[in-house]
């Protein structure tokens, strides 16, 4: 069963970062599509990030400047470093995996961000 288990959540001051991590198993890492994608309370799941097999970066143009998206297919990890975190932010941050029309998600962390 794969696992996706996320790490480095927490409660920030505006203007500080956080790095988040997720260690996948069970899964053959390097051919996966990593994401990371969050939720507001009372709103939808959104996109902030993404990142290819061959590292190609995306992320949502609410986090573009401020957030960055790494992986290390040596140990099977993907980070999201944010900086400049706004309380806009706050929200459980989820990764994901994609291939063709497989998804896998990890159980969240959250991020809060105190004004």
């Known amino acids: 069963q794969v696992q996706l288990v996320e790490s480095g959540g927490g409660l920030v001051q505006a203007g500080g970062s956080l790095r988040l991590s997720c260690a996948a198993s069970?899964?053959?890492?390097?051919?996966?599509?990593m994401g990371w994608y969050r939720q507001a309370p009372g709103k939808e799941r959104e996109f902030v990030a993404r990142i290819s097999p061959s590292a190609v970066t995306s992320c949502a143009d609410s986090v573009k400047g401020r957030f960055t998206i790494s992986r290390d297919n040596d140990k099977n990890t993907v980070a999201l470093q944010m900086n400049f975190l706004e309380p806009e932010d706050t929200a459980i941050y989820y990764c994901?995996?994609?291939?063709?029309?497989?998804?896998?998600w990890g159980q969240g962390t959250q991020v809060t961000v105190s004004s």
């Open positions: 069970r899964i053959t890492f390097r051919i996966y599509s």
């Open positions: 994901n995996a994609f291939r063709m029309n497989t998804n896998y």
